[in-house]
């Protein structure tokens, strides 16, 4: 961080009626089988999710984003889609998707679906089609080849869940291509019918009233047309994950992908003001080019991964915020993600006092937010035993520490029979302290971290200057993330001690004086320090 700071203002007008909805909102994901369970089986729907929509809605969120509820074989719950275009019964039906979106809007929420354009289920109607003969009008649908001439797969890509990237199908002597599970396969998008037939998947959304989409691993969906060798990678080192033993050079993130994205843009903007956020887990510098142009706008919002996956300092925090600030195009609004179905808890990763430090930076920061469900309890790591391991990434490659269950864990919201999550055994274990950590206690307790996140969102909601307003970074004292949020005459300042010491801090230049409007140690007087695993919003005031 450079000593005088950076700073980033607004290349849209500032004023709150001159924003679109999701550049003042915040996103909250609710993972469907984990939210509430309204049919004892063990597993959440969207009747339970129905029936605590006054949760959702008391927390201060704007948007719900739902991971998938579409009809699969669940070989990675959800993510195999079998039919884009209905409900899991697992879940419920159409009718109670529809409830549950009137009753979103009712209470003034937006809803967002998950997106899988990827890949379908080999079970899929599309992909049986494909798969019954090497003359089949939907063959060129998926990725059908040869194997290489001294046998074994077309090319060394692999998977993400490890092994090779390609299925041998005895009945037409043919491998096909999954970039995920062998159930999995990957749609060709230099197709035009598939182009077609997902173009109308969102249409079909787009016309049943949800606000938009999260879109499943974008910079996938496109790859080198010759399907040539990936080049190895030379940091390669087993502990990561069979997916890194290649550089995904020639698998993924193709140019053409942005003719997709604005493809997909062009639809949605057509419906108003529609969401579009894109999965893309690449380096900033290509991450941009997914926000697209001024003439050929991409998604709205790329996702912003970084803050979970740099190690917790304050300078470092300081230099990715810097970086990705100047990275933005012109009329690119920023967004940062800390917690997700896929990643590590935050409590787990951080301990409770900087998970509390992390919720402030997150819901204090220029752009927009995600949350992740039971994230605003402070649920840590959870122990998954051998025996109730369900992630399918974990099963395939055991001991590499890349499971997902224990961010997939079932919301404690009470101290109730199954936390009153389920009447049944819930498909994942609760976290340990589910007696005491659960949404009923906490809601009953004014230092909480779900009261702390309640207040942070009013904070937010209440005052345009933490949504919408321009951002200052500002140099500090060691192991102290310090910036400035203003809007007109209203302005913030955040000091967040990432440091499990006391730590003195000096106000920018220009300002004498700030009044302490929020400690996540709950304090109400500032001295003008931090005390150790403290982060504190102060409101400016002349002299």
Request: net charge negative; hydrophobic share 40%.
């Amino acid at each position: 961080m450079t000593a005088g700071g950076i700073s980033r203002t607004n290349a849209r007008p500032g004023h709150a009626a001159a924003r679109r909805w999701w550049e003042m909102g915040v996103v909250y994901q609710i993972y469907p089988r984990s939210f509430q369970d309204s049919d004892s089986d063990g597993v959440g729907d969207l009747e339970g999710i129905r029936q605590r929509l006054d949760y959702v809605a008391s927390l201060g969120i704007d948007a719900i984003w739902l991971s998938p509820i579409f009809p699969s074989p669940m070989a990675d719950f959800g993510y195999d889609v079998a039919d884009f275009c209905d409900i899991d019964k697992l879940f419920g039906s159409l009718d109670d998707f529809d409830a549950l979106l009137a009753e979103a809007h009712g209470r003034g929420l937006k809803l967002l679906l998950d997106f899988v354009p990827n890949h379908s289920s080999t079970e899929h109607p599309w992909f049986i089609e494909s798969r019954a003969s090497r003359r089949s009008p939907k063959r060129d649908w998926y990725f059908w080849r040869d194997g290489a001439p001294g046998g074994g797969p077309p090319n060394n890509w692999t998977s993400d869940m490890g092994g090779p990237a390609w299925e041998y199908d005895p009945a037409t002597g043919q491998y096909y291509l999954h970039t995920f599970l062998k159930e999995q396969a990957d749609l060709n998008w230099r197709n035009p019918d598939v182009r077609a037939a997902m173009t109308d998947v969102l249409r079909f959304w787009f016309d049943r009233g949800v606000d938009g989409f999260r879109i499943d691993v974008l910079w996938h969906c496109i790859k080198a047309e010759d399907l040539r060798d990936n080049p190895l990678n030379p940091a390669y080192m087993p502990e990561q994950g069979e997916k890194f033993r290649v550089l995904q050079q020639h698998s993924a993130n193709q140019p053409e992908i942005h003719e997709i994205a604005h493809a997909f843009r062009a639809l949605a903007d057509g419906y108003g003001e529609r969401l579009l956020v894109g999965e893309i887990c690449l380096p900033v510098d290509q991450l941009m080019a997914y926000y697209g142009s001024a003439d050929t706008p991409g998604v709205h919002l790329p996702f912003n991964f970084q803050l979970f996956e740099a190690p917790w300092d304050a300078a470092l925090i300081a230099h990715i915020i810097e970086a990705y600030e100047a990275a933005l195009p012109d009329g690119g609004w920023p967004n940062w993600v800390l917690g997700s179905h896929d990643a590590p808890r935050i409590a787990g990763r951080l301990g409770e006092p900087q998970a509390r430090v992390a919720a402030m930076l997150l819901l204090t920061l220029r752009g927009t937010p995600t949350l992740y469900q039971g994230d605003e309890l402070g649920i840590g790591r959870v122990p998954i035993s051998p025996d109730r391991i369900r992630d399918p990434q974990d099963l395939r490659q055991p001991g590499l520490g890349l499971g997902r269950d224990g961010a997939r864990t079932p919301m404690a919201w009470d101290d109730g029979a199954n936390a009153g999550f389920s009447d049944a055994e819930p498909w994942l274990p609760l976290h340990p302290d589910w007696q005491s950590r659960n949404v009923a206690a906490q809601d009953a307790d004014a230092a909480s971290m779900l009261t702390l996140y309640r207040h942070l969102l009013a904070l937010r909601r209440g005052h345009e200057a933490l949504s919408i307003g321009a951002f200052r970074l500002h140099a500090s004292s060691p192991d102290v993330l310090q910036y400035a949020r203003r809007e007109g005459d209203e302005q913030f300042v955040i000091a967040l001690n990432f440091s499990t010491a006391p730590r003195e801090i000096t106000l920018p230049p220009g300002i004498e004086r700030g009044v302490l409007v929020l400690s996540t140690h709950g304090r109400t007087i500032f001295d003008g320090s931090l005390q150790p695993d403290e982060g504190v919003i102060l409101r400016v005031e002349a002299g």
